[in-house]
């Protein structure tokens, strides 16, 4: 039975801007045949079993040519497969989208699409610069500044003058001059309001504004580089006026996120909001123990609190005493505590709810709770990892109470993005790294070493950050053991807030 190709069109690159239905279709996937400029985040997305072929296409450079792109998709659809196809932008704009839908057409292959937020609206819309408006223009006009390798750049830029709107031309920073040139034989004023955007919509956006005649040689020397689009129009005058994302906190800065991939997102969305640009590196992966044999003899003793010291905990207990035929009724007439507001929000998802949650959240906070909340000769049962921290039932036992330590799954040091983020760090590129547990800054260190510096290590809690110092000088630590002390603890030091 032959498969079905979608096309789905990424965006402009942030996780963000690509629809509902794009996630939907990437998370349906058996493989996925994705563009250069397709963003990290968004190939995160994809499926573990889900087959990646990257076709990374460039100006003038197509490792992977068209029509073996074609092939491509006709082969593994007759494969059986559900493919999707990860276009950069809008699948059928300057994409190409149009010749591989023939293709699958004249081979019977069927095939749908998702438009993708077009980089030519989302680009000026995070620089400030409304396309159109009704006391400037009523018309954009969208061309392409690439030429075929070897051809020269064919516009006609009479008609684009005579059109008195906002012109985008996409993949132009090569033949910028080319552009401003052609616009200004053609009549255009020397002062037309114009601006290049780099990177557009994403955290590590620039752009310069200034007029036609003077574009190029401040596109110059500022340094800016492909991808970039040019917009040209009287809306350009908005920018600095309207520009909203420029001045977010941590816009321009690179962070890198090493939770697990299933906790990543919480930190994660926060930076970006920020307008940071953030690279999801988990460097430790949870694995659930299938051995329970630990579970089921903890639970022949009484026992009056159970602990969970991290939301991976929660679902590692049910999995374990499913393993036993039992589920979480089994934990009737103990109290329930929680390390902190995410394990405690992963429990209320199996309608249970925490009965102690730390002010801070951190073993040594959770032990302090836990020795005030029951009597000396009080018995706790811990559900964690084997690799758990000894502070938490150390100074339990030193307060006389009995504990009952399970390990319900394992912490495994794992980055698939060691190598991007080596290359990354060595070119200064990586302005700060977040750590949320001993285990994060261990699994970093495994995979990147400790010899890279020049950038500030920002840890959640005492114990992380204490782990941290002994690879790293520039160690920051937040407040309170919380994701929102944490991003309050980075936005105030990379912007020098004292």
Same mark, same amino acid.
């Given at each position: 039975?032959?498969?079905?190709?979608?096309?789905?069109?990424?965006?402009?690159?942030?996780?963000?801007?690509?629809?509902?239905?794009?996630?939907?279709?990437?998370?349906?996937?058996?493989?996925?045949?994705?563009?250069?400029?397709?963003?990290?985040?968004?190939?995160?997305?994809?499926?573990?079993?889900?087959?990646?072929?990257?076709?990374?296409?460039?100006?003038?450079?197509?490792?992977?040519?068209?029509?073996?792109?074609?092939?491509?998709?006709?082969?593994?659809?007759?494969?059986?497969?559900?493919?999707?196809?990860?276009?950069?932008?809008?699948?059928?704009?300057?994409?190409?989208?149009?010749?591989?839908?023939?293709?699958?057409?004249?081979?019977?292959?069927?095939?749908?699409?998702?438009?993708?937020?077009?980089?030519?609206?989302?680009?000026?819309?995070?620089?400030?610069?409304?396309?159109?408006?009704?006391?400037?223009?009523?018309?954009?006009?969208?061309?392409?500044?690439?030429?075929?390798?070897?051809?020269?750049?064919?516009?006609?830029?009479?008609?684009?003058?005579?059109?008195?709107?906002?012109?985008?031309?996409?993949?132009?920073?090569?033949?910028?001059?080319?552009?401003?040139?052609?616009?200004?034989?053609?009549?255009?004023?020397?002062?037309?309001?114009?601006?290049?955007?780099?990177?557009?919509?994403?955290?590590?956006?620039?752009?310069?504004?200034?007029?036609?005649?003077?574009?190029?040689?401040?596109?110059?020397?500022?340094?800016?580089?492909?991808?970039?689009?040019?917009?040209?129009?009287?809306?350009?005058?908005?920018?600095?006026?309207?520009?909203?994302?420029?001045?977010?906190?941590?816009?321009?800065?690179?962070?890198?996120?090493?939770?697990?991939?299933?906790?990543?997102?919480?930190?994660?969305?926060?930076?970006?909001?920020?307008?940071?640009?953030?690279?999801?590196?988990?460097?430790?992966?949870?694995?659930?123990?299938?051995?329970?044999?630990?579970?089921?003899?903890?639970?022949?003793?009484?026992?009056?609190?159970?602990?969970?010291?991290?939301?991976?905990?929660?679902?590692?207990? !049910? +999995?374990?005493?499913?393993?036993? =035929?039992?589920?979480?009724?089994? &934990?009737?007439?103990? @109290? %329930?505590? #929680?390390?902190?507001?995410?394990?405690?929000?992963?429990?209320?998802?199996?309608?249970?709810?925490?009965?102690?949650?730390?002010?801070?959240?951190?073993?040594?906070?959770?032990?302090?709770?836990?020795?005030?909340?029951?009597?000396?000769?009080?018995?706790?049962?811990?559900?964690?990892?084997?690799?758990?921290?000894?502070?938490?039932?150390?100074?339990?036992?030193?307060?006389?109470?009995?504990?009952?330590?399970?390990?319900?799954?394992?912490? !495994? +040091?794992?980055?698939?993005?060691? =190598?991007?983020?080596?290359?990354? &760090?060595?070119?200064? @590129? %990586?302005? #700060?790294?977040?750590?949320?547990?001993?285990?994060?800054?261990?699994?970093?260190?495994?995979?990147?070493?400790?010899?890279?510096?020049?950038?500030?290590?920002?840890?959640?809690?005492?114990?992380?950050?204490?782990?941290?110092?002994?690879?790293?000088?520039?160690?920051?630590?937040?407040?309170?053991?919380?994701?929102?002390?944490?991003?309050?603890?980075?936005?105030?030091?990379?912007?020098?807030?004292?």
């Amino acid at each position: 039975m032959t498969g079905t190709v979608t096309l789905v069109g990424a965006g402009s690159g942030d996780k963000g801007l690509l629809t509902t239905a794009g996630a939907q279709a990437i998370a349906r996937a058996d493989a996925v045949v994705y563009d250069r400029l397709v963003g990290e985040d968004i190939l995160d997305l994809i499926p573990p079993h889900a087959e990646k072929i990257s076709v990374g296409k460039e100006n003038n450079h197509h490792p992977v040519p068209q029509p073996e792109i074609n092939e491509i998709l006709v082969r593994l659809a007759r494969e059986g497969k559900n493919v999707v196809r990860l276009k950069g932008g809008d699948c059928f704009l300057f994409g190409r989208g149009g010749e591989e839908c023939e293709h699958l057409l004249q081979n019977g292959v069927p095939f749908r699409v998702i438009p993708g937020v077009t980089s030519a609206l989302a680009a000026p819309a995070f620089a400030g610069i409304p396309v159109t408006h009704r006391d400037f223009t009523s018309s954009v006009h969208i061309i392409t500044a690439h030429a075929r390798a070897g051809k020269p750049l064919i516009i006609d830029f009479d008609s684009l003058v005579r059109l008195n709107g906002t012109l985008v031309f996409l993949m132009g920073l090569t033949a910028l001059e080319q552009v401003t040139d052609g616009l200004l034989r053609a009549g255009m004023q020397l002062d037309m309001p114009a601006a290049v955007i780099e990177n557009g919509a994403r955290g590590t956006q620039r752009k310069v504004v200034s007029v036609l005649s003077q574009l190029a040689a401040h596109v110059r020397e500022a340094g800016l580089q492909s991808p970039a689009l040019i917009v040209v129009g009287r809306v350009c005058k908005l920018s600095d006026a309207l520009d909203w994302f420029t001045p977010l906190p941590l816009h321009g800065k690179t962070i890198v996120v090493t939770r697990p991939k299933a906790r990543a997102g919480t930190l994660a969305d926060k930076l970006r909001a920020r307008g940071a640009n953030v690279i999801e590196a988990p460097c430790i992966e949870t694995v659930e123990r299938e051995d329970t044999q630990p579970l089921a003899d903890a639970l022949q003793q009484p026992h009056d609190w159970a602990v969970f010291t991290s939301p991976a905990g929660v679902p590692a207990a !049910v +999995h374990a005493l499913r393993g036993l =035929g039992r589920d979480m009724r089994a &934990l009737y007439g103990m @109290k %329930i505590a #929680a390390i902190g507001k995410g394990t405690a929000e992963a429990l209320a998802a199996y309608g249970l709810t925490a009965d102690l949650v730390p002010a801070q959240y951190d073993g040594e906070h959770l032990a302090d709770a836990l020795i005030g909340a029951m009597p000396q000769d009080g018995s706790a049962l811990l559900l964690r990892a084997k690799q758990g921290g000894q502070i938490l039932p150390e100074k339990l036992a030193r307060a006389g109470i009995r504990v009952t330590d399970v390990p319900l799954y394992d912490t !495994v +040091h794992r980055c698939d993005k060691a =190598g991007a983020l080596r290359g990354l &760090l060595a070119d200064g @590129k %990586i302005d #700060a790294v977040t750590f949320t547990s001993v285990s994060t800054v261990e699994g970093f260190v495994e995979a990147i070493g400790s010899d890279c510096t020049g950038f500030t290590a920002f840890c959640i809690g005492e114990q992380t950050a204490s782990a941290a110092k002994r690879y790293y000088n520039n160690v920051k630590i937040a407040k309170n053991a919380t994701i929102d002390d944490l991003v309050t603890c980075i936005e105030e030091e990379l912007n020098h807030v004292q």
